[in-house]
């Protein structure tokens, strides 16, 4: 399958730590980048290659990979984390040459 | 610093060809992919293709057969064409630019509405 699979929710009090999945088959050979959306604006690029941070974005946003599952980890979370937040990849198939999670909504209890 | 601006009809007829352009400032036409991405009204991203520098193009294969994208350097924009729209093609629609295949720089996105 070409699809990335990301749970629709997470929910977590403020400065505890909020880990979203993304799962699919391309994962353990293209690398994975993650957006921050918050409504009314256009995505926001957190992570690339995984691991990586653009410029600007908190050390508490972090990346990481594992096989067929990549996460995007926010340590001490703050209410203005609260976003949808989609994980993005490639798959060389000449199906499907870009790929994008469901999104997952992030809540800030 | 890329920066990207979607413009054209926000309202569109059922069956007729929805038409849009991002212009392009801050960054050379040749160093990226221009993309156009969409999102329904409470949906996730959905890719619809790219063009790169020389006129190379992909598409979403659920799209392919009624997209057009093409790249305008002398004025530094590019374009998509939608042809035969539905309500299932009710979305914001951004452009985007990727070095590869991370899109670094997107527009604020228009909102097109297909009307019946």
């Known amino acids: 399958s070409s699809d990335l699979t990301q749970p629709p929710s997470v929910s977590v009090s403020p400065g505890q730590t909020a880990r979203i999945s993304c799962s699919g088959d391309a994962l353990p050979k293209q690398f994975a980048s993650w957006y921050q959306q918050k409504p009314g604006q256009a995505p926001v690029l957190v992570i690339y290659?995984?691991?990586q941070r653009p410029s600007g974005v908190p050390e508490r946003l972090s990346g990481s990979s594992s096989g067929t599952t990549v996460t995007l980890t926010i340590s001490g979370v703050q209410p203005d984390d609260e976003a949808d937040y989609y994980c993005?990849?490639?798959?060389?198939?000449?199906?499907?040459?870009?790929?994008f999670g469901g999104g997952t909504k992030l809540i800030v209890l | 610093q890329v920066l990207l601006q979607e413009s054209g009809p926000g309202l569109v007829q059922s069956s007729e060809t929805l038409s849009l352009t991002c212009s392009v400032s801050?960054?050379?036409?040749?160093?990226?992919?221009w993309s156009w991405i969409r999102q329904p009204p409470g949906k996730g991203l959905e890719w619809i293709g790219n063009v790169f520098h020389g006129g190379s193009t992909n598409y979403s294969p659920s799209l392919k057969t009624r997209v057009t994208i093409s790249l305008d350097t002398s004025r530094t924009q590019f374009s998509l064409h939608l042809t035969s729209v539905t309500a299932a093609d009710t979305a914001v629609y951004y452009c985007?630019?990727?070095?590869?295949?991370?899109?670094?720089?997107w527009g604020q996105g228009t909102l097109v509405t297909v009307s019946s």
């Open positions: 801050g960054g050379s036409i040749s160093s990226y992919y």
């Open positions: 985007a630019a990727s070095p590869g295949h991370t899109f670094d720089y």
């Open positions: 290659k995984d691991t």
């Open positions: 993005q990849s490639a798959d060389n198939s000449a199906s499907d040459p870009v790929l």
